[in-house]
């Protein structure tokens, strides 16, 4: 229970130091800010050792278990320890790291969002199956109207009108006004969201 | 040679990711388990070496007894972050993953008042700056059609409401209907942003089968 | 919005959908029902559970099914004058309570009230027995019999106003002339009745705790259990019993019963040649002998009472919210002639158990009283009991009535229901079982009196709304019989919800309806009424749920099978059963405390029972399978998307087509980009930012190679990277390293990488800051950065991101620093928009979006990412947009079709 | 100038917070009705009534970046969601794509625990860091949608467009989908993707909808009221502009 206490206290505090130190126009407080959120970077890359073990845990655990489909956990920890040890060993920038970037991460990462192109596409035609309103009506109708309009047609170009007024209308205009209300709405509930958090009404670290 | 093999292992696990459009099956899982596994890998390589050595270990070794006495806090707490490891210790981390929150919490309210409401409502103004524009109708009228795409928007998302006799939740006529002008903003924006997430999805695909007829030769 | 179910999936969908998102099936269907909270209970087709079942007990009902088939022709020779059975599965005498499940218009009745005697039965018959049943007190003072008063409820009615209303909605169906028959020949039979050895002191409550305390009994010889505390238990509740004459010969013919001897229920002893002769015997239940003091009563009240239970539930229904299946008797209540069963009737798991005969346990008990070790359904009795406490914590809270009267009456608290359902979760039972048991005992709590509990757990409480009907209705000395009516009839729905024999195996061991217990005494008095069945009608054959529907009249002389062995209860709840009791010699009579059999169970209670018993029926449902046909379409409308995308892709690059031009039009947030890049001064330090994952770097490549092949080649500035994200100072050496290798850019002198910046906009803005702090590394001092210390000594910063909010972080967080240096977006097409107002407000001073953002700087003739792909790109995106349109016109009509079949 | 306008909005809000958390009412704030959370009430009810499991990914979101607030919002929805599923057959599981909010996942659901009476039941694992970069994240957690028993995923906190897979795995195992991102191309994909999607800033009212506990009805409350502030400084600054006085 005082470790909770002691939690939010620091919360509390780091919080409104760091805060302070950026709405109050006194240069004084800059360095301390910034030497503040120094120390939050170097504590975040502890949680992301932290996090490892939490990988490294879970999946030993499905293989100690013999859960089903273990063997891919056994094999996810196995690709990791590799990793890890030829990173510590060579670094990021060395030669396997380098092959395991661009021989797995790389293309990986690339297939999967590859498969979004289909499954966007599934998505969207089967929304209005899914929901009828006026929302996702007009969610469809610009999406499609979006992406022909950008297009080019063999030896033509552009599409006349398509391509030079209306898709340059309805992303600047149109749709910036939205992004913009979409913008601010989502900024006035971070501001909240982050003074709950201030005020230790929120507190994630446990306790209440 | 490297090139190479790099270019096979790359082929092989785009072909078992992209397996995935015929059914999920044992290669994907194999494909995504093995890059789950490598992506963590390279990760924590990097926080040891880009920031664990040369933001706490260098300067615990190399630093100046001011640096040294400056940095005894983020190690107190990197220790007790670390804590977290054990799940018998783990409420020791609480003071650190609190110094996380607190950081976030003002880095949330900075950002969200800083980077985006001020900026983004002076930017709501700007066209109306006929007086310096080149051409002030057409520039008013698109500021006008933002202006109210941003407002509607944002009344959209008004969750305050009154309780009507028959027990419903309502909220009053003029912010309901200003709303549905939201919700058609909301729902094109949308849209626009749906199709260039696509558009990033399709030259993703475009990318990845291209390298694959690369390694032929295509 | 409240969400409405899916009948086929069982997922949410919004309450104004027609079609379910999930399955796409309509929503309003009526098949593959699945209960969720607040949901009314509707018809269970208990049949699609056959395939859930374990093998053995798949097994246990085929041979039970097969013995059936045989009984059943048997069953029809030896009732000839009974009128044929009906074509449904059940017996004759469930078919009789299934037609009257039928329109009214059909004047059909069960088959027992059609071998009822007509209206004009012997009038001797009727004062033998009117005038004997008024003299009863259910209060206890002497003699007493509790369906005393229920008997003369027709005596009271003949004075109009007394008569209760349930009494009328029967007088119709009882003017049949096929009842006559049937009384005649069960009157034909009676000289064969024994007198039942059993004394009044035997008499236990049919309630699970009841019976299975000899159960417990029984397995107390290897739990050795202390016989005194079965005793003690036995002597609580039967204080509460109505008090009987005692006979010597009861306590001489209880004797047999103390020690091992232990003799199970007749029903149970299937393995003794009487039961072997009882499986033969013809399946008109024994009970059906009882109709001649039903039809003497018929001419006031005519029909049993059974069918008029729906009077008491019609009211809480209306008002309460009760399940659905209760709306039957609610419905039935509306018009006279409608005193019918449910529809639902023959399709209930009863009447599935009525096709077996008998469950399939039995088999397993066959030889229980040679030897103690019972079934498991019994032996759970034991830790029930002991894990009393507990479940009396878990509880429910509508639930709490009832504890508190179990925890007066020792024995009777062992009957509670939420023990027997705690009892069943302590089984590894499969877990569609598992929950079927644990139906059983909220199904019994959720009626308005309790089926399977016993009277004396009932003594203090307050009776529900609906028995005022009977209040009302009846004199103050009848009033005790009246409230039982409903319990049986509560009884059938509740034991509805069981669709599978292991479930009804249970609901035998626990759930002796306890209108039995009001009912039975009368019974004894009316020995003649005894006879009729007795060698037809092997009691052993009469599952519970079965005697649950016994019209409390017929009931009375209904069980006793003279061919099986063991005393004959000959009064009390078990009257005419044979054998049952095997503690009741260890039992003194005691003087029946008055007890009242109202319930204590108000509204709110019973709502909730009702809430838990839908909730538990859910978990009994077999889940249908998810629309089995749209998930196949769904998936070939996958492979058909898939395949025509990669036809189109392949095909265009494969064939380095090249026949659509490159787009002309300059966007406004473009514009500015390559006048404002090359104005910088030759070999200018440059920060390239590299803040995009490799998920979408073919796209960042694509946009980025041609402003950088373009940018590079002319100004040839000192290039700086840095990136937020751990890969992306990998990307940026993969990018100079085969995209830009043309440029042969050199490491050090021309190109620097810092790498990996931790800490998001605290990491932007200490860079912005302190450069050199904020990656502290020896590299800075390298020709390609030696000059800069702070971010203001970069003559431009590129961004390249995949992320809007990225980009409005370094935009926010360097604004000050940058000192008035430009800041170019190069962005995922997915963030472009949303990055666009940073531009058009002069935040930046130029943005390229995606591959057309790449391509309007790229020159036709080079070679570039974009002009490869740009082909293949158009006619993917124009195939996309076609598919989305025509597709979405698709599903919008066939969403609004489906929606109005779901309205239909 | 921005620097003191900012510290002023900031007074304001944190002013307003604290005095509608303290404030006394009579009845309590009502709020328009969103069909996502009430799809998520009955999802987690159903959770324990059925035994299913509830598989909440709360994001990627640093807490050192504004993305971070999607993150605390989430963990403030798993605080609500994890007391009210605590006591299923199968308590829910936790992906997180951000070690430091894994951590605090872990936390937050040992609280809920806790709260709930069954602090025996907490297991650390429950709460699991499923992948460091977006992708691997997002692939990750595919695995645990797909895993047995799972009827509901909700997706709520800072995903960006990869949780199109999530979706996509969801979909293929029919779960019920309840999905928020603060990434408006995140919002696009869900919209389109997911059955009842939530969109803007209903994110952050998640913990207002699911749990009654005054300072989140308070937040909402501030939103609302700063909301129309800003569409009035939008207009007034809109109309300065014009006439040129600004």
């Given at each position: ?76 920890i ?20 380098q ?53 080019s ?56 | ?31 995504v ?56 210790l ?27 409401i ?7 103004a ?17 500021g006008?059609i ?18 009507a ?17 939201g ?10 942003l ?25 | ?80 004058e ?52 008024q ?6 003072d ?10 003369t ?10 008569m ?32 039942s ?26 739990a ?40 199970l ?77 449910p ?7 009863f ?8 469950p ?56 509670a ?55 009302d ?10 409230p039982?009516?409903?319990?049986a ?75 099986v ?43 909730s ?32 998307i898939?395949?025509?995308?990669l036809?189109i ?13 490159l ?89 620097l ?9 605290a ?27 702070r ?5 431009a ?6 992320q ?30 949303m990055?666009?107002?940073y ?20 020159s ?45 | ?32 009705e ?153 919002q696009?994909?869900?919209?389109a993707?997911a059955a ?10 998640a913990?207002?909808?699911?749990g ?24 007034v ?10």
């Amino acid at each position: 229970m005082k470790g909770k206490l002691v939690a939010t206290a620091i919360a509390i505090a780091v919080g409104l130091f760091i805060l302070v130190g950026t709405l109050l126009p006194f240069q004084i407080l800059v360095p301390v800010r910034l030497e503040l959120l120094h120390w939050a970077v170097i504590i975040s890359s502890a949680a992301v050792l932290v996090g490892i073990a939490n990988l490294l845990n879970v999946h030993m655990q499905k293989v100690r278990r013999r859960e089903k489909n273990s063997a891919y956990s056994a094999i996810l920890i196995l690709s990791m320890s590799l990793t890890l040890a030829l990173g510590v060993l060579f670094g990021p920038n060395g030669g396997w790291m380098q092959m395991a970037f661009e021989g797995i991460i790389f293309p990986v990462e690339a297939a999967l969002m590859a498969l979004l192109a289909v499954t966007l596409i599934y998505a969207s035609v089967r929304l209005l199956r899914r929901r009828t309103d006026i929302m996702s009506i007009v969610f469809i109708a610009t999406a499609a109207l979006t992406i022909f309009a950008s297009i080019s047609l063999p030896f033509l170009g552009e599409i006349p009108i398509f391509g030079d007024v209306i898709h340059p209308w309805l992303t600047s205009t149109l749709a910036a006004g939205g992004a913009r209300g979409l913008l601010l709405g989502v900024a006035l509930g971070a501001l909240t969201t982050g003074l709950r958090a201030l005020f230790a009404f929120d507190r994630p670290f446990g306790g209440k | 040679m490297s090139d190479f093999i790099v270019g096979i292992v790359g082929f092989l696990f785009t072909i078992m990711i992209l397996s995935y459009l015929i059914g999920d099956n044992f290669l994907f899982r194999l494909a995504v388990h093995i890059f789950v596994g490598a992506s963590a890998g390279y990760v924590a390589t990097v926080a040891i070496h880009q920031v664990i050595m040369p933001y706490l270990i260098v300067p615990l070794i190399q630093g100046s007894m001011k640096e040294r006495t400056l940095l005894a806090i983020p190690l107190i707490l990197f220790v007790l972050m670390l804590m977290k490891i054990s799940p018998r210790l783990s409420w020791m981390g609480g003071p650190a993953v609190g110094y996380l929150v607190g950081a976030g919490a003002a880095v949330a309210i900075s950002g969200a008042v800083l980077g985006t409401i001020l900026p983004q409502a002076g930017a709501a103004a700007q066209p109306f700056d006929w007086l310096h524009n080149p051409n002030p109708l057409g520039t008013l009228i698109n500021g006008a059609i933002m202006l109210v795409g941003t407002v509607t928007t944002l009344v959209y998302f008004q969750f305050g409401a009154h309780r009507a006799e028959d027990g419903s939740v309502k909220r009053n006529a003029l912010v309901e209907a200003l709303a549905w002008v939201g919700r058609l903003f909301v729902a094109l924006t949308l849209g626009v942003l749906f199709a260039g997430v696509f558009s990033a999805a399709l030259t993703a695909l475009i990318e990845r089968i291209n390298s694959l007829l690369a390694l032929f030769g295509f | 919005m409240a969400d409405i179910l899916c009948p086929h999936c069982g997922m949410p969908n919004a309450s104004e959908q027609g079609v379910c998102s999930f399955c796409l099936k309509p929503l309003s269907g009526k098949s593959a029902e699945v209960y969720r909270p607040g949901e009314a209970p509707t018809k269970k087709t208990t049949a699609e559970l056959e395939s859930v079942l374990p093998e053995w007990l798949r097994e246990a009902r085929e041979k039970a099914r097969l013995a059936d088939a045989e009984k059943t022709a048997q069953e029809t020779q030896a009732a000839a004058e009974r009128p044929a059975p009906k074509k449904e599965e059940p017996p004759d005498f469930l078919a009789g309570l299934a037609s009257l499940g039928k329109d009214d218009q059909d004047d059909e009745i069960p088959d027992w009230m059609k071998t009822a005697p007509p209206v004009s039965a012997p009038s001797i018959e009727k004062e033998k027995t009117f005038p004997r049943r008024q003299e009863i007190r259910w209060e206890g003072d002497g003699v007493t019999d509790e369906v005393g008063g229920l008997a003369t409820t027709p005596a009271a009615s003949e004075n109009g106003d007394a008569m209760l209303p349930w009494m009328h909605s029967s007088e119709a169906s009882s003017e049949n002339e096929e009842v006559a028959d049937w009384l005649k020949k069960a009157a034909a039979q009676e000289e064969e009745r024994p007198v039942s050895p059993f004394p009044t002191g035997a008499l236990q409550p049919p309630v699970t705790g009841e019976l299975t305390d000899w159960l417990d009994q029984v397995s107390s010889e290897s739990a050795e259990k202390p016989a005194a505390q079965e005793d003690g238990s036995l002597n609580d509740w039967f204080a509460n019993l109505p008090r009987g004459e005692t006979t010597p010969a009861a306590e001489e013919t209880s004797e047999p019963f103390d020690g091992g001897e232990i003799s199970l229920p007749n029903w149970m002893q299937r393995d003794e040649p009487a039961a072997a002769a009882n499986e033969e015997s013809p399946a008109l239940p024994s009970w059906m002998g009882t109709f001649e003091p039903s039809a003497e009563t018929k001419d006031e009240s005519a029909a049993p009472d059974w069918m008029t239970r729906e009077r008491p539930f019609a009211e809480p229904q209306q008002e309460l919210d009760l399940p659905a299946w209760i709306g039957p008797f609610g419905e039935t209540d509306e018009s006279k002639s409608e005193a019918s069963t449910p529809e639902w009737m023959p399709h209930t798991p009863f009447a599935e158990k009525e096709e077996t005969g008998l469950p399939a346990w039995m088999d397993g008990t066959s030889d229980a009283k040679s030897e103690p070790t019972a079934p498991d359904w019994m032996t759970r009795d034991v830790p029930f009991s002991e894990s009393q406490a507990k479940d009396e914590s878990e509880t429910p809270s509508w639930m709490g009535a009832f504890g508190e009267s179990a925890a007066q009456t020792e024995n009777t608290s062992e009957a509670a229901p939420t023990q027997s359902f705690e009892l069943d979760s302590k089984f590894d039972l499969p877990s569609w079982l598992g929950s079927l048991e644990s139906t059983e005992p909220a199904q019994g709590s959720i009626e308005p009196p309790p089926a399977d509990w016993p009277a004396p757990s009932e003594t203090k409480a307050a009776p529900p709304d609906w028995m005022d009907v009977f209040r009302d209705a009846a004199p103050a000395a009848e009033t005790p019989a009246s409230p039982e009516v409903p319990h049986a009839a509560a009884f059938v729905p509740a034991e509805m919800e069981t669709p599978q024999d292991g479930q009804a195996d249970d609901l035998f061991s626990s759930d002796m309806p306890d209108w039995l217990s009001n009912i039975a005494p009368s019974e004894l008095k009316s020995a003649e009424a005894k006879e009729p069945t007795q060698q037809n009608i092997a009691p052993a054959e009469l599952p519970s749920w079965v005697q649950a529907m016994r019209p409390v009249e017929t009931a009375l002389p209904s069980e006793p099978a003279l061919t099986v062995e063991g005393p004959l209860e000959d009064r009390g709840p078990l009257a005419g059963l044979r054998g049952v009791l095997p503690l009741a010699g260890i039992i003194q009579p005691g003087k029946p405390k008055p007890q009242s059999i109202r319930l204590q169970a108000d509204e709110a209670q019973q709502a909730s029972a009702a809430l838990l018993e839908q909730m538990l029926a859910a978990e009994s449902e077999a889940r249908p399978l998810r629309g089995g046909g749209a998930i196949a379409s769904q998936s070939a409308l996958r492979w058909a998307i898939t395949a025509a995308l990669l036809v189109i892709v392949v095909l265009s690059l494969a064939t380095r087509l090249q026949i659509t031009p490159l787009p002309t039009s300059l966007p406004a947030e473009s514009a500015s980009i390559l006048p404002t890049l090359e104005l910088l001064p030759e070999g200018a330090p440059v920060l390239m930012i590299f803040d995009y994952d490799p998920a979408l770097a073919g796209e960042l490549e694509s946009a980025a190679v041609p402003l950088l092949d373009r940018f590079l080649a002319s100004r040839r500035p000192r290039v700086t990277v840095l990136s937020t994200s751990p890969t992306g100072p990998a990307l940026a050496d993969k990018l100079f390293a085969h995209e830009l290798k043309d440029l042969a850019y050199q490491s050090g002198t021309e190109y620097l990488n810092l790498g990996y910046l931790p800490g998001n906009n605290a990491g932007m803005l200490y860079f912005a800051e302190y450069p050199r702090k904020a990656i502290p590394s020896s590299a800075w001092d390298l020709p390609a950065a030696q000059d800069v210390t702070r971010l203001g000594d970069f003559a431009a910063i590129l961004l390249f991101t995949d992320q809007s909010e990225t980009a409005r972080a370094w935009i926010e967080q360097t604004s000050l620093q940058r000192a008035g240096r430009p800041m170019i977006v190069i962005a995922s097409a997915q963030a472009a928009p949303m990055i666009l107002p940073y531009a058009q407000s002069g935040q930046i001073a130029g943005l390229a979006g995606g591959l057309h953002g790449g391509a309007i700087f790229t020159s036709s003739a080079a070679e570039s990412p974009a002009r490869a792909y740009w082909d293949a790109y158009q006619f993917a995106a124009l195939f996309a947009a076609a598919m989305i349109v025509l597709g979405g016109l698709w599903n919008f009509f066939a969403g609004l079709r489906a929606r109005r079949q779901g309205m239909e | 100038m921005n620097q003191i306008i900012a510290l002023a909005l900031v007074l304001f809000a944190a002013l307003l917070l604290l005095a509608l958390s303290l404030r006394k009412r009579k009845s309590p704030a009502a709020f328009r009705e969103i069909a996502a959370f009430a799809r998520l009430r009955r999802a987690a009810g159903l959770a324990v009534e059925d035994g299913t499991r509830l598989h909440v990914s709360i994001g990627r979101g640093s807490l050192l970046s504004p993305r971070g607030a999607a993150s605390l919002s989430a963990l403030a929805l798993l605080r609500q969601v994890g007391e009210q599923t605590s006591t299923s057959d199968r308590p829910p599981v936790v992906t997180s794509g951000d070690p430091a909010v894994a951590a605090l996942s872990q936390d937050t659901l040992q609280a809920a625990y806790q709260a709930a009476g069954v602090a025996e039941l907490f297991q650390p694992n429950s709460g699991k860091l499923s992948g460091l970069t977006p992708f691997s994240y997002a692939a990750s957690a595919m695995d645990v949608a797909r895993q047995e028993y799972v009827s509901t995923n909700v997706l709520v906190g800072d995903f960006g467009s990869e949780v199109a897979l999530l979706t996509e795995a969801s979909e293929r195992e029919h779960a019920t989908i309840v999905a928020a991102a603060a990434d408006p191309s995140a919002q696009a994909v869900l919209f389109a993707s997911a059955a009842e999607p939530l969109v803007g800033e209903e994110l952050f009212a998640a913990p207002a909808y699911m749990g009654a506990d005054p300072s989140h009805r308070a937040s909402l409350q501030a939103q609302d009221v700063m909301r129309w502030l800003l569409i009035l400084g939008l207009l007034v600054a809109a109309a300065l502009k014009m006439a040129g006085a600004l």
